[in-house]
């Protein structure tokens, strides 16, 4: 398997054509005020053997060894051997709301995109736990099982939106429910819900649901998004945008559900959190996270990788003392004269 060990100097390459572009500027420069100093037959005859494409090709070479070496600085390596490891892990399912009630914009930019960024934050900070994902309305939907691919768990809640809810509401109790098809009957392990929501249910199932799942070893963890004070919920109608009212023509106030939230989180001796800064709530929540006992996993990965940073330096090194000697004239390939001031 082959990899960087620290990919992030890669993005040092992007300074190669920036470089590039600089000297084509200042070409161009040299060009104009050439220009000025007089005909350019005449400049011509005063510089007989410079040569424009010598500089050209002294520059691209230094590029080139500029992109061996931030790429030896990321250290490629290729794994040499693939054993089974044992590793703790505990099984940690999220569920997020998308009801209409979530875009309400009680909080900046509003509830729904809050509520997926704090969400992909987490799941950066859970990796090395098999994470599930829920989305849950009117109903609750599976968007991916118990799983160690946090690229595509990140893909999922970034398009997470009310349209892929097939009903409307916030049936906190299905969400709940459905974490039994997720978590194994037989695992003896204690597991983790992680419910992020407005918490907009005014149905007691809720509280019965979580204390069900606590008694299968389920903590339910509670996160509230948005505000006591509430907002209207913006809606597409005819294509623009208006707000959603009731039967009366009234706008509906949506309202975070502290109390119901909290509750939740008490029946399944969990916690509950008020989304506001995000850093520290993430620091929170993975904290009580680690107090859950966690089940030895079996995991196939390479334990031996061998790096290969040093062939890209060589290659480097050597382009840059074959840059050097290069002559920038027309008359012979090597200035040798150079020899003499190393």
Same mark, same amino acid.
């Given at each position: ?245 009731? %039967? ?42 680690? %107090? ?51």
């Amino acid at each position: 398997m082959f990899r960087f060990e620290e990919g992030f100097y890669l993005y040092l390459i992007i300074f190669v054509p920036i470089l590039l572009g600089l000297f084509y500027f200042l070409v161009q420069w040299k060009k104009r005020r050439l220009q000025k100093f007089g005909d350019s037959e005449v400049v011509e005859r005063l510089l007989p053997e410079w040569s424009l494409n010598r500089e050209w090709l002294k520059t691209s070479m230094f590029s080139f060894a500029l992109i061996l070496m931030f790429i030896a600085l990321a250290n490629p390596q290729w794994g040499t051997r693939k054993q089974k490891v044992k590793a703790k892990s505990a099984d940690i399912v999220i569920a997020l709301d998308i009801s209409q009630s979530m875009l309400a914009t009680d909080i900046s930019p509003n509830r729904m995109e809050k509520a997926k960024r704090f969400t992909s934050q987490l799941i950066k900070n859970l990796k090395g736990e098999r994470l599930g994902l829920i989305f849950f309305a009117g109903s609750a939907y599976l968007q991916m099982p118990l799983t160690a691919d946090y690229a595509a768990t990140e893909l999922f809640i970034k398009s997470a939106n009310p349209r892929q809810a097939g009903t409307q509401g916030t049936v906190i109790a299905d969400a709940i429910n459905l974490t039994k098809n997720i978590f194994s009957n037989d695992n003896p392990y204690q597991k983790a819900l992680i419910l992020i929501t407005d918490g907009e249910n005014h149905e007691s199932e809720a509280i019965v649901a979580a204390k069900e799942a606590a008694k299968d070893g389920t903590f339910v963890f509670c996160i509230g998004v948005g505000s006591q004070e509430g907002s209207a919920v913006p809606i597409i109608q005819n294509g623009r945008e208006v707000y959603k009212k009731d %039967k009366q023509g009234n706008p509906v106030l949506s309202k975070l559900n502290v109390t119901l939230l909290q509750d939740i989180a008490d029946a399944a001796n969990g916690q509950f959190y008020l989304l506001d800064d995000g850093f520290s709530l993430t620091r929170k929540i993975v904290n009580d996270l680690a %107090k859950i006992e966690k089940q030895e996993v079996e995991q196939r990965s390479f334990t031996d990788y061998n790096s290969y940073f040093q062939y890209f330096l060589i290659i480097a090194f050597l382009t840059l003392l074959f840059e050097y000697f290069i002559s920038n004239k027309k008359t012979g390939l090597f200035d040798f004269n150079k020899w003499f001031n190393l």
